[in-house]
């Protein structure tokens, strides 16, 4: 009997290509009227006890062993506190879409972190063409403004903005090499909950405590960040990461701009020419590169199995 394909990993995968394309502007509202690493932490911490409430009184997963949530905890630290949280630290500095641009760097460095480590999941030539290809869209997509980078008070953002695009990536090749069959959303519970709970120390360092606003823009953001930003794209985002290769994953990295352009220029009247056009097109081309080379591997695999 033929067994009937999976598609609910590509769906949860689209979920967070789509959603998380829309955090951007969120967050930069967010933390234009709140400080960013208290702003995380509310939002990481509130996400992940209400993902606990509600996995508890469905009964629907057995919580794991203490060694497991240390492994979930050193998780939510690569990816939350140090990913998001940086993330939202720069965006009080730079535009969400600077942002977005470069976070879509993640699955280069993917790729480079699993060449150094030098096991499993190395790219081919297709895999790696595709991806250069879809950051070529990404940044021919957003050439014109190049020019903001060079600004000095830009800098510091974008520099720390790259520190977490390396610190998702370790996260999730982390996730995804310490794999294990249990209930991917209590490991999204557990990873938001000690990820936003790390960012309380750093908020005390670094935060301007003095400029906490509980203005209606802070909480509509604060709001949608925690009910889709994070407990339905973050337990979307740990699915699709279990079930589909790391690369695949990683390539809602370049939807995320995509989304961002999109509904820029819907609400905000924002720029969309030709040049963004041809940019979205080259992007779905390196998409499309990568699944084949995805494709082309497997098939390669299972004729030297038979050797």
Known sequence: MKTRPNYLPYVALAAVSFIWGTTYLALRIGVLHFPPFLFTAIRQVSAGVILMMLITSLKKASWPSGGYVLQQAVAGFFLITMGNGLVAWSEVHIPSGVAAIICSLMPVAVILINLAIGRDEKPNLTIGFGVMLGLGGIVLMFSEHVAEFSKTEYLLGILLTLGAVVSWAFGSIWIKR???????????????????LFCLPISLLVDDLTTVSWSPEAVYTLLYLIVFGSIVAYASYLYALRSLPMTIVSLYAYVNPLVAVILGWIVLNEKLNLTIGLAIAVTIAGIYLVNRGYQLRNVWRAQFSKL
Do not use: I, K, R, T
């Open 178 to 196: 310490h794999h294990s069959n249990s209930n991917p959303f209590v490991n999204a519970a557990l990873q938001m909950f000690f990820g936003g």
